[in-house]
T-cell receptor, first 110, second 113 residues
């Protein structure tokens, strides 16, 4: 079993939809949680960063962490075609090395 | 401020050939990382360097060597390339101790025939 599980999709939604992306993990030592966005043939870029449990909002993006359930989510409101990309969750603990999910491919249709 | 740069962008090798992937960052970060990305596998850590002068193995180090040339540069060497090393390679850096977030380069696509 992988330490971090992420539904690979692909996920296709109409423009304006609310998108929910999720990851589950097994290592209770993880305390830093990130979401990266990766456009085709580009490097990952940091989208959201959260420490420990709770919610964080940045514009149309909201990241949620539920450490009791070992579950993290990224919500995208009013999705746009420019949001079409692969979304990678990543997390780390005291070892300070990132463990990545396999990524979810999202397409937002105009 | 270029961030993290990688060369080359694309390379084709024959089995058994060697090559070095170059990475440089201009953000004064102390830590640097090499990952490979394969379909369905996400990003897997090959080697990392927590600070200048130190390197450590990651999840998938076999078949690779690294050199932390100075604070800015971190190279990845394939001594005898194998088809299983066909992948996209990403270099990343961060200011460990200040932030967990890593900043990635644009990647090198490697095809080993």
């Amino acid at each position: 079993q992988k330490e971090v599980e992420q539904d690979p999709g692909p996920l296709s939604v109409p423009e304006g939809a609310i998108v929910s992306l999720n990851c589950t993990y097994s290592n209770s030592a993880f305390q830093y949680f990130m979401w990266y966005r990766q456009y085709s043939r580009k490097g990952p870029e940091l989208l959201m960063y959260t420490y420990s449990s709770g919610n964080k909002e940045d514009g149309r993006f909201t990241a949620q962490v539920d450490k009791s359930s070992k579950y993290i989510s990224l919500f995208i409101r009013d999705s746009q075609p420019s949001d079409s990309a692969t979304y990678l969750c990543a997390m780390s603990g005291s070892a300070r090395q990132l463990t990545f999910g396999s990524g979810t491919q999202l397409t937002v249709l105009p | 401020n270029a961030g993290v740069t990688q060369t080359p962008k694309f390379q084709v090798l024959k089995t058994g050939q060697s090559m070095t992937l170059q990475c440089a960052q201009d953000m004064n970060h102390n830590s640097m990382y090499w990952y490979r990305q394969d379909p369905g596998m996400g990003l897997r850590l090959i080697y990392y360097s927590a600070s200048e002068g130190t390197t450590d193995k990651g999840e998938v180090p076999n078949g690779y060597n690294v050199s932390r040339l100075n604070k800015r540069e971190f190279s990845l060497r394939l001594e005898s390339a194998a088809p299983s090393q066909t992948s996209v390679y990403f270099c990343a850096s961060n200011l460990q101790g200040e932030s967990e977030t890593q900043y990635f380069g644009p990647g090198t696509r490697l095809l080993v025939l």
